[in-house]
């Protein structure tokens, strides 16, 4: 199938419109037509390279909503019409000890998991292409079901910042009454205060950001920690059982460490460049464990859906047409997204200019639909 989208070219470029051909689904695949992309912050690490592991050119989006038009041989949890999404992932070996578990984006098979963009883990040219795209393919196991109660465009971060702040949630063990403090207050972090909320947990929002206190008070945070105030960082000191951190540069990890209670848990999932600086005698002698955490599996993913959809919990949505997405990024570059801007795909489905011009990339892969 042909499809449409945007993506980068080449590391420094602008995103330009694409166009590019899917395989047609195979047995136990899905074909989803796009409606609503949410734009991460990794989605800009990734056209960026800060990791230094992009393949060009790079189609993203791993927070991907939209309707199942057709489906393959052998498929059972959907059909023509259903609301779906994608996240993070598009397959992995189905057989191996994390897979077996729901842990799938730890997949120790020969593949790892397979990720929705820039996927394929040897730089050969092979790439996987993601939801800033009208269509996609992905095999059933990795097709999660939106909740009638939420809509496709509020469904979308669910996907990614969602289950990547509730899986460490549920992993670290977080319990009623604990107190979890929620570093950077972006995309991630304003899904993680709601979302430790209704996991019944005291949340303290850890901000740069001043100005942005009635906000966050607003989104259900019981307070607000702004983290350049001295004074109120060393009140706060030892108060915290748990704490998520989506800072997403290298910072000093130091006056965080400070805030947590003895045998406490401080789980990074943002910044992936290392500190220059650890100071390991707060960690040994408070037992406080410094963690980090990978998104989600299928299994958790369906379950946060299923809890925003229980607690009401929708994200602060703004949404853009794709043709603005150059300027979503100098958002993300500074640093102060308010809060997760997603892309209203039907902005590039009636775009025939965009559409007339795309430049015609090569094929993505997405691996087998194995055991059809
Ligand atoms: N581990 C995973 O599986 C996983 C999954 C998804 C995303 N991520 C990563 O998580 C991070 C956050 O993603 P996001 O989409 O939530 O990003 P985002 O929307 O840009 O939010 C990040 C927040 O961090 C704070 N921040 C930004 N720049 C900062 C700086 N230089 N120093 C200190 N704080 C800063 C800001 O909050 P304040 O203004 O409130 O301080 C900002 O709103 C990214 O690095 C992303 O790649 C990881
Ligand atoms: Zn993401
Ligand atoms: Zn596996």
Request: aromatic share 6%; with cysteine.
């Amino acid at each position: 199938m042909q499809v449409h989208g945007y993506g980068v070219p080449e590391h420094g470029q602008p995103f330009v419109p694409v166009s590019f051909t899917r395989t047609d689904v195979r047995p136990g695949e899905v074909a989803i037509d796009v409606t609503h992309c949410g734009v991460c912050h990794s989605d800009l690490h990734f056209v960026d390279d800060d990791w230094g592991a992009t393949v060009y050119p790079c189609v993203p989006g791993h927070e991907v909503a939209g309707v199942v038009t057709e489906v393959g041989a052998g498929v059972t949890k959907f059909k023509a019409g259903d609301r779906v999404g994608v996240g993070c992932m598009i397959n992995s070996c189905q057989d191996c000890d994390a897979c077996a578990r729901g842990d799938e984006q730890y997949c120790e098979g020969p593949h790892s998991c397979t990720l929705t963009y820039n996927g394929p883990k040897v730089p050969d040219g092979t790439n996987s292409y993601g939801g800033y795209s009208t269509a996609m393919v992905v095999r059933e196991e990795f097709v999660l079901r939106i909740p009638d109660a939420i809509g496709n465009e509020d469904a979308a971060p669910i996907l990614c910042a969602g289950v990547t702040t509730y899986q460490p949630m549920k992993h670290f063990g977080l319990k009623a009454g604990d107190r979890i403090g929620i570093a950077g207050i972006g995309g991630l972090g304003h899904m993680a205060i709601r979302i430790a909320k209704a996991m019944g947990a005291t949340v303290v929002a850890l901000t740069r950001s001043r100005d942005k206190g009635d906000e966050i008070r607003g989104m259900g945070a019981d307070e607000v920690l702004v983290t350049t105030d001295e004074a109120a960082m060393e009140k706060a000191a030892m108060s915290l059982d748990m704490m998520i951190s989506t800072i997403p540069v290298k910072h000093d990890i130091n006056p965080y460490v400070g805030l947590m209670k003895p045998s406490s848990t401080l789980v990074l999932v943002g910044n992936m460049n290392g500190f220059d600086d650890v100071q390991t005698a707060p960690l040994v002698f408070h037992r406080i464990a410094l963690a980090g955490s990978l998104i989600g599996g299928i299994a958790d993913t369906q379950e946060v859906l299923d809890l925003c959809a229980e607690h009401g919990i929708t994200p602060e949505v703004k949404s853009i047409p794709m043709q603005q997405i150059e300027g979503v990024y100098d958002e993300l570059r500074n640093g102060n997204p308010r809060y997760r801007h997603v892309i209203d795909m039907q902005s590039l489905k009636d775009d025939a200019d965009a559409r007339g011009r795309a430049q015609e990339i090569p094929a993505p892969v997405r691996g087998e639909a194995a055991r059809r």
